[in-house]
């Protein structure tokens, strides 16, 4: 089970430089069961973890449901299998996997909360905001350093519009999130957005520099990149100076740049290597997503699909954004909208695609669809400081 966890600790990561040791290791683990007979939920880890390697996303999902099924209180395969919902954009399953679990789990059971802030997240992917508060809430009760239950609530508030409320939550909770844990970065960007939401860009800055993209991190988490992407891209829209932080976060991505492996990261890279001039870096990425894609072996993995269809078009838009051609950027981004959530993560992270679009389509003078994107935005959030000020 050691090496279960770490292979399951490897393939997680997204980052194919990790994967290579997983296969490595998944050879090890073949070695110890032909040695030694192992227990049928070692068997179905061992099996999820193989097709996972292969990269087919939606068959782990289900082999991982296979497992839960027969152990529902396997907290390294509910914790997985919530990862990987989370990178397939399935909010359903999201929510659904760790509910079916739920009832045989034992509220007194010291793992508890961490469930039930898995659930609390999974409700707010499923757009029960209210639901989801209370849940997380109730979960930091019993834990109050639970950093996936405090960034499940901070989702909750943002989708609910509470931005005041998600800023005092974020920073009277600041060290509760922040001491070493895998999940500051993100933690940090949450807080960004609600601030960036306030209009206060200096706390953004420094909450950027001191947990999301710290100068004495050598190399940070692929994690902590797509979050520094991902708060510097909206302050990019806004024709922000950021300094030479653009250029740091470039630096640090140009490694795993060839990766092709999560489209999700490559979107990411893609936007530090426009937003920071690199054009030779920003080809590059093209040129390795489009060799990715009409390489027949490829075509098992669900990251193909994704590529093709969202990732790759994405790209293609950012560029454009860099060199200005709004128009462009419009015509690209428009057909591919509603496939957007197919790259994975969360509603607040790919509401950066969104806001791209509806900056070239302010910036390229398209006047119905800015006013249609406008009134989704206000009909959702209609006291967000950001959506009022596009209006006009
Ligand atoms: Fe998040």
Redesign the pocket.
């Known amino acids: 089970m050691a090496h279960i966890f770490k292979t399951h600790m490897d393939l997680v990561s997204t980052d194919r430089r990790y994967a290579k040791g997983a296969k490595k290791r998944l050879k090890i683990i073949d070695e110890i069961m032909a040695m030694r007979p192992c227990n049928r939920r070692e068997k179905l880890h061992f099996q999820a973890l193989k097709i996972w390697l292969g990269g087919d996303l939606w068959k782990v999902s289900k082999a991982l449901d296979e497992l839960l099924e027969k152990f529902p209180t396997d907290i390294l395969a509910l914790w997985m299998g919530h990862q990987i919902d989370f990178y397939l954009g399935d909010s359903k399953n999201i929510r659904d996997r760790i509910a079916s679990c739920i009832p045989y789990w034992d509220p007194e059971h010291p793992l508890y909360s961490f469930v039930m802030g898995m659930y609390s997240f999974g409700l707010e992917e499923a757009h029960e905001f209210e639901k989801a508060e209370d849940v997380g809430m109730a979960a930091l009760e019993s834990n109050p350093e639970d950093v996936w239950s405090i960034?499940a609530v901070a989702?909750a508030l943002e989708m609910l519009g509470r931005f005041d409320r998600g800023a005092d939550f974020m920073e009277n909770r600041l060290h509760d999130w922040s001491e070493i844990n895998f999940l500051v970065s993100?933690n940090a960007i949450?807080t960004i957005l609600y601030r960036l939401e306030q209009g206060q860009l200096d706390r953004c800055v420094q909450l950027f520099d001191t947990f999301v993209l710290p100068k004495c991190e050598k190399k940070p988490a692929l994690l902590g990149l797509v979050d520094g992407s991902s708060a510097l891209w909206r302050l990019f829209l806004e024709d922000v100076d950021v300094g030479d932080r653009w250029l740091e976060l470039a630096n640090h991505w140009h490694p795993s740049a060839d990766q092709a492996f999560y489209s999700f990261n490559d979107v990411h890279a893609m936007m530090a290597f426009v937003a920071s001039g690199d054009d030779k870096a920003a080809d590059a990425m093209i040129d390795t997503l489009n060799a990715y894609i009409v390489a027949p072996s490829n075509q098992a993995e669900s990251n193909y699909g994704v590529t093709r269809d969202v990732g790759l078009p994405i790209c293609h838009a950012l560029k454009s954004y860099g060199r200005k051609e709004y128009a462009k950027v419009v015509d690209m981004l428009v057909p591919i909208r509603d496939q957007v959530i197919r790259f994975g993560g969360?509603h607040?992270?790919r509401d950066v695609i969104e806001r791209t679009l509806l900056e070239a389509g302010l910036r390229s003078s398209s006047k119905s669809l800015t006013e249609m994107l406008l009134s989704e935005r206000l009909a959702q959030r209609p006291n967000s400081i950001y959506n009022l000020a596009k209006l006009g």
Do not use: D, P
């Open positions: 960034h989702h993100h949450h969360s607040a992270q």
